[in-house]
């Protein structure tokens, strides 16, 4: 009988992009955080990137942007895949402009989705990752309310997930009120660990498809790197 | 008279969490109103549904014996038509999540069906996968992956408004091919961002479909073929690929000659 298959190597495929999951790290760069505790964030940092590039699909699918806040806001680092993320090195300065932040982040956020949009570029619900050791050196001015506002609606309307993080001496009431989900305090500087989480996290949410539950594993579970 | 190939095959995912595989696809032949028709099943069982592996493989039974028992032609089936089978597979899914003593969202699935005449062709879907057909050597899509904004986030045939958020299009030039299948194929087989068919997917399967003697000898290349490396490369979902093909019952008369 004559053996003619589909000629398997004729098959073309449609080379479509992967689709994303965008992650914002708001990170706190203020005086205080200078020493061990942005030595710690830093080296968690090295983690999230480690982890991410060693995961074939989460490194060309997780977009990493990086935002500081310390005396001013600035983008230290722009939206790229894992596999192209540089962890810049951090510098320690100034107030805690954290409204300020959370602005510029959420803005940023807004124009990768329409880039996303505008290439038929599918993508997961972003993430935004804050992480302070203080208080917003901003909250009366109207930025605050304003940052409220949008990250309560952005969580409601599930438009992303919002995590606050705060470490040692952070006020954890205003970050409540920054944070629709309960903010979580920081076992100690547990960088690596609050890294590998997020990690592992976005890994999963990466390569889910419709229909499926992702659940996280709980940093504040005993063995976690988080207290609420 | 229509040639027909297709399959379902567990991703390299559900391998390793030893999870079953959730997609399931059928066709059959039967006379619908005088008609000889081909009708056709797909659907993608729900990852976070414990039981969606039951609920591909009953709404897929159930929608095929909907369509056998249609006693009009293929030209008159409407979107409410449809509908009705899809009410009726929903109502078949209730039944047997209480038999199963499970809740009915333990078996979301999405819903592809195809009813294929010897001129007229409807197509319906609720929820990701796609059709595709061809007509006067022109490929294009029927229907297209429902999506929210979210990439893992689609429409299942228990999801409370399924019914109204259901695809329906009914083809009255004579198709020569047409192709479903499941959200495993769906980068592969489509331009995403130019929402259109990526041709080249498809050409190469179904001229083989045209050219064997016996379809039934493609069945283990298109298993092969949807397990290669080369497509676990590009998803570690389960996959369905269904693809049909008309052939005129000249030719059919000439190969049995």
């Given at each position: 009988m004559e053996q003619t298959p589909f000629e398997l190597g004729k098959i073309g495929f449609a080379d479509n992009p992967e689709p994303r999951c965008a992650s914002v790290l708001l990170l706190d760069v203020s005086g205080?955080?200078?020493g061990n505790p942005l030595s710690e964030l830093q080296a968690g940092l090295a983690v999230y990137r480690d982890e991410l590039a060693a995961d074939a699909l989460a490194r060309k699918r997780v977009e990493i942007a990086v935002i500081t806040f310390g005396g001013s806001v600035d983008v230290v680092h722009n939206f790229s895949t894992a596999d192209n993320f540089m962890p810049p090195t951090l510098v320690s300065k100034g107030d805690t402009p954290m409204a300020q932040a959370v602005l510029t982040g959420l803005n940023l956020l807004d124009e990768r989705k329409k880039e996303y949009r505008q290439n038929g570029i599918q993508y997961y619900r972003p993430w935004i990752f804050l992480i302070t050791d203080g208080a917003p050196?901003?909250?009366?001015?109207p930025q605050w309310a304003d940052a409220v506002e949008k990250v309560r609606k952005g969580e409601d309307a599930k438009t992303f997930s919002f995590f606050g993080v705060g470490v040692e001496n952070a006020d954890m009431q205003k970050l409540g009120e920054l944070s629709k989900r309960e903010p979580l305090k920081l076992k100690g500087l547990r960088f690596r660990d609050l890294f590998q989480w997020l990690s592992n996290s976005q890994q999963s949410v990466s390569r889910s498809t419709p229909g499926d539950s992702v659940p996280l594993n709980n940093p504040a579970a005993p063995d976690g790197w988080a207290t609420v | 008279m229509w040639r027909a190939i297709g399959k379902s095959v567990v991703g390299t995912s559900h391998l390793k969490g030893q999870l079953p595989c959730q997609d399931y696809s059928d066709y059959l032949r039967c006379q619908i109103g005088g008609e000889l028709a081909l009708v056709v099943g797909v659907s993608d069982g729900a990852g976070s549904a414990t039981f969606s592996h039951l609920g591909s493989q009953e709404t897929v039974g159930v929608l095929l014996r909907q369509a056998a028992s249609?006693?009009?032609?293929?030209?008159?089936?409407s979107r409410e038509d449809i509908k009705a089978w899809f009410a009726n597979a929903l109502a078949h899914l209730k039944l047997v999540a209480e038999r199963e003593k499970?809740?009915?969202?333990?078996l979301a699935c999405t819903v592809l069906v195809a009813v294929l005449g010897e001129r007229h062709a409807v197509f319906a879907q609720i929820g990701d996968g796609a059709w595709v057909a061809e007509a006067n050597g022109v490929l294009g899509a029927v229907t297209w992956p429902q999506n929210g904004e979210f990439a893992n986030e689609t429409k299942f045939i228990t999801s409370p408004d399924a019914l109204d958020s259901m695809q329906f299009q009914k083809c009255s030039?004579?198709?020569?091919a047409a192709a479903g299948f499941t959200d495993g194929i769906q980068a592969l087989a489509l331009n995403l961002a130019a929402k259109s068919v990526h041709a080249p997917f498809f050409q190469p399967l179904f001229a083989a479909l045209g050219e064997?003697?016996?379809?039934?000898?493609l069945l283990s290349p298109l298993i092969s073929f949807l397990s290669s490396d080369r497509v676990n490369e590009r998803t570690d979902d389960d996959k369905t690929l269904v693809l049909v093909r008309r052939v005129s019952t000249d030719q059919i008369r000439d190969e049995l000659a």
């Open positions: 205080s955080m200078q050196t901003d909250a009366n001015t | 249609w006693d009009r032609p293929v030209a008159d089936i499970i809740e009915t969202k333990d030039n004579p198709l020569t064997c003697d016996d379809e039934t000898s």
